[in-house]
């Protein structure tokens, strides 16, 4: 029997299948707006009540979007688990005093990583924002960063100051246009924000941690940095590790 997952972001829904032998099939994004259902029924149009009887879901959208689609995938799934952080899952120990403040998206993807080996890891989400978590050998999780992506720092800059595009222009350590220096000013203090990481974390650990990049924006940073893994499906990944070890919602 095929589960299917998941992830509710701020922007978009991914969802894959999971086999039964703990591999991910075909994932796929679908931006939110009023095509959002449709456009998950044709994906899920293969999907019948006796080849995916449950769902598992992680969200970190509003309240409003997370239970429209639980109610849509209440008519397609007999069963929707939905995760949560814990504060020790899976050889992962989270940092935060309150677990529930790590937001689940983070989490999961601390668990992907550490599916991946026990190695010290530097996960760095981009989507909305730029989440930034240290994960050591042992599994431990030495808190993070948020700040906020290019994407919004652009659209912050454009309604504070119309005049200032929204999109646009290309990196350059010292740009002689505004649209050129808006895009390295906004891609600059992300990598900034990575390379000053990557560093602390050398010097906590003792070692570099792998850098490990996921989200929407991430690709167009990781070909400036020229270093890491590019992994567009990890908090799947990670949901896919909490789905087998049954976890009750």
């Known amino acids: 029997m095929t589960q299917w997952l998941f992830d509710l972001g701020n922007s978009r829904v991914k969802c894959a299948p999971l086999h039964a032998d703990g591999t991910l099939g075909e994932m796929h994004a679908i931006a939110y707006g009023e095509n959002v259902i449709p456009a998950l029924d044709v994906v899920l149009s293969t999907a019948t009540r006796d080849e995916a009887a449950s769902a598992v879901l992680a969200s970190v959208a509003s309240p409003t979007r997370t239970a429209a689609i639980v109610d849509w995938l209440a008519t397609r799934f007999t069963t929707i688990s939905i995760a949560r952080t814990a504060p020790v899952l899976a050889g992962v120990r989270i940092a935060y005093e309150e677990p529930a403040r790590l937001g689940v998206d983070r989490f999961l993807t601390l668990l992907a990583a550490r599916r991946r080996g026990a190695r010290p890891w530097l996960i760095v989400g981009v989507g909305t924002?730029?989440?930034?978590?240290?994960?050591?050998?042992?599994?431990?999780?030495?808190?993070?960063?948020?700040?906020?992506?290019?994407?919004?720092?652009?659209?912050?800059?454009?309604?504070?100051?119309?005049?200032?595009?929204?999109?646009?222009?290309?990196?350059?350590?010292?740009?002689?246009?505004?649209?050129?220096?808006?895009?390295?000013?906004?891609?600059?203090?992300?990598?900034?924000?990575?390379?000053?990481?990557?560093r602390q974390a050398h010097d906590l650990l003792g070692e570099r941690p792998v850098l490990l990049m996921h989200g929407g924006g991430a690709d167009a940073l990781r070909e400036q940095m020229r270093e890491g893994e590019l992994a567009p499906a990890l908090v799947l990944e990670g949901l896919a590790v909490w789905a087998r070890l049954g976890v009750d919602a």
Do not use: K
């Open 129 to 198: 924002a730029v989440t930034v978590d240290l994960l050591d050998a042992q599994g431990r999780h030495r808190g993070g960063r948020i700040a906020p992506s290019p994407r919004l720092m652009r659209d912050a800059l454009h309604a504070a100051a119309v005049q200032l595009p929204a999109q646009g222009g290309r990196y350059a350590e010292f740009a002689n246009d505004t649209v050129d220096a808006l895009a390295s000013g906004c891609e600059g203090a992300a990598w900034g924000l990575i390379e000053r990481s990557l």
